[in-house]
């Protein structure tokens, strides 16, 4: 047997990790990436360690091909991985997109509990199971590593997954995936079925076992670290447990348990565990997603000490209170920055700091941008930075942009905007009235650039605490089947919402993959 990453049966400490943040995380509504946002994450994901990049699902639409072929292409040390389900021209298609990958691999799924073969496949068992072996067979006539999940395993009979896994190992797969699709298992039920699995099984010694868990039941990090107990050692999780419904098991949960209890769970993963910070920032970024307060490792709570008893643990010793540091994970100390007599060669090592890496360009629109930040606002945190950045990295290619805003707000009349849009360089005007500024906002931006999609979420946060704070905000927009989010930081409000509405349209328009966004009337 063949396999790239890792040999089956050696190593057995060594886990792999196969991120599936821009194929399942991606999945879920709201969270739809744009090529560039993917392409950072992949980026990302390479460098802090991943094992395997899960890039997506290539016959999904063209636009889920083009990203897993580009990262494919550019992806130095990680596998990238597509999806496909059973059909012939799913795999091929997927093939096509991985091909150009130093290491590529299928990832070929197919439904082998009874409710699902029942109701959603409609294919009595025997059919299934000649469907496996067509599946993995095609797979391996492109490329060597072939993972083959059978998608709602922990609701299968065990007799018959076990058929189907000895067909899939027959037929060339190299890694087996275990699904608990639906979050139902609990932890020793899913190490019990890898036991079982792996022991039954006459070939399982020739492939690597995989956990792949949702969050349902909250269980998700618990049932993946279970069945490394049972023998897996592959572990598909994403970035702030981001996926369908509750979501996947969390790779930074994973990878931090797997370090600190290395004494009950001794298992090794690649992950530079100092980038889980900063890859959960850039996640929650691009998708919008805000990251819960108090998630473990990267919530903005993680590592707060907030009643006395435990400050003055801490300041005795810190090991009262912490099992690991802040640094561990990549959370530096909230630390003032330059102020706006600082200097450009400053700037860059502090954006290098916070493990940004930006082109001459980009570095350039970001240090003016922060020349301005530091103008208008009297203390400029790392967060500060991080939302400046990130607005200006994420909105780089958009090509509808904000010049100018002037807002009436306040109790007397109506509230009013006044709008310059630059849309493929043409600046464009509009005065727009509203029920409110935010409204009267958006409704310039219709009149400039008019559409049919429906806002969905307004959101605003502060980026630091204090009345001048950064505002971000976040705007998701649906158009038929796209959603997409936008984001904007600014320390006007306002604005940061005109800025999060654009960022959005611009996602529509490359979703939509469009000519020109048309200034005014043809609508973007
Ligand atoms: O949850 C699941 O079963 C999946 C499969 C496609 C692996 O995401
Ligand atoms: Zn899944």
């Known amino acids: 047997m063949s396999n790239p990453t890792v040999s089956a049966g050696s190593n057995k400490d060594r886990v792999l990790i196969f991120d599936t943040t821009l194929r399942d995380g991606e999945q879920c509504p709201g969270a739809s990436m744009t090529l560039e946002e993917k392409l950072e994450v992949a980026d990302l994901l390479d460098a802090m360690g991943v094992d395997i990049i899960e890039a997506g699902f290539p016959i999904a639409s063209e636009g889920d091909f083009e990203s897993v072929s580009e990262i494919a292409r550019r992806v130095k040390n990680a596998t990238v991985c597509g999806l496909s389900r059973a059909a012939p021209n799913d795999i091929d298609r997927c093939a096509e997109a991985v091909k150009h990958a130093r290491r590529g691999r299928i990832h070929t799924f197919i439904s082998t509990s009874p409710v699902h073969m029942k109701y959603k496949l409609q294919k009595e068992p025997h059919q299934v199971l000649e469907l496996v072996t067509n599946q993995v067979t095609r797979a391996r006539s492109h490329v060597e590593d072939v993972e083959w999940s059978a998608e709602d395993a922990t609701r299968t009979e065990m007799d018959f997954l076990c058929r189907c896994v000895e067909a899939a190992i027959k037929a060339g797969a190299t890694t087996i995936n275990l699904p608990d699709t639906v979050g139902y298992t609990v932890p020793d039920e899913y190490a019990a079925m890898f036991r079982a699995v792996r022991e039954r099984v006459p070939n399982a010694d020739k492939a690597i076992f995989s956990v792949h868990c949702h969050n349902d039941l909250g269980m998700a990090v618990a049932n993946s670290i279970a069945g490394l107990h049972g023998g897996a050692r592959q572990i598909e999780c994403t970035i702030n447990g981001i996926g369908e419904r509750a979501g996947n098991a969390a790779l930074e949960e994973i990878v931090m348990a797997l370090r600190v209890r290395g004494d009950v769970a001794p298992y090794d993963t690649g992950i530079e565990p100092t980038m889980l910070t900063r890859a959960s920032k850039l996640v929650s970024a691009v998708t919008s997603f805000p990251v819960q307060y108090n998630k473990a490792i990267v919530g903005r709570n993680a590592f707060a000490h907030e009643s006395g008893i435990h400050q003055d643990g801490m300041l005795k010793n810190t090991q009262t209170y912490e099992i690991m540091t802040p640094e561990s994970v990549g959370v530096s100390k909230t630390s003032l920055v330059m102020g706006k007599h600082s200097g450009r060669h400053a700037f860059k090592e502090k954006l290098k700091d916070l493990g940004y890496s930006l082109g001459e360009n980009a570095l350039n629109d970001a240090f003016t941008r922060f020349k301005a930040l530091a103008d208008r606002?009297?203390?400029?945190?790392?967060?500060?930075?991080?939302?400046?950045?990130?607005?200006?990295?994420?909105?780089?290619?958009?090509?509808?942009?904000?010049?100018?805003?002037?807002?009436?707000?306040?109790?007397?009349?109506?509230?009013?905007?006044?709008?310059?849009?630059?849309?493929?360089?043409?600046?464009?005007?509009?005065?727009?009235?509203?029920?409110?500024?935010?409204?009267?906002?958006?409704?310039?931006?219709?009149?400039?650039?008019?559409?049919?999609?429906?806002?969905?979420?307004?959101?605003?946060?502060?980026?630091?605490?204090?009345?001048?704070?950064?505002a971000e905000v976040s705007v998701r927009l649906s158009e038929g089947e796209a959603t997409v989010t936008g984001k904007g930081a600014d320390p006007d409000t306002m604005v940061a919402s005109a800025r999060a509405y654009v960022s959005a349209l611009n996602k529509l328009m490359a979703k939509r993959g469009r000519g020109r966004p048309a200034a005014m009337n043809a609508g973007v």
Do not use: C, W
């Not at 400046?388 to 009349?413: F, P, Q, S, Y």
């Open 377 to 470: 606002k009297k203390h400029v945190y790392d967060e500060d930075i991080e939302a400046l950045v990130d607005d200006e990295l994420l909105n780089a290619h958009d090509r509808v942009k904000v010049v100018a805003l002037t807002v009436i707000a306040g109790t007397m009349g109506h509230q009013s905007a006044t709008l310059t849009l630059d849309m493929d360089g043409q600046h464009v005007t509009t005065q727009s009235t509203g029920n409110g500024p935010v409204d009267a906002i958006f409704n310039a931006i219709h009149a400039l650039a008019p559409h049919k999609a429906t806002l969905e979420l307004y959101q605003v946060h502060a980026v630091t605490e204090g009345t001048d704070a950064q």
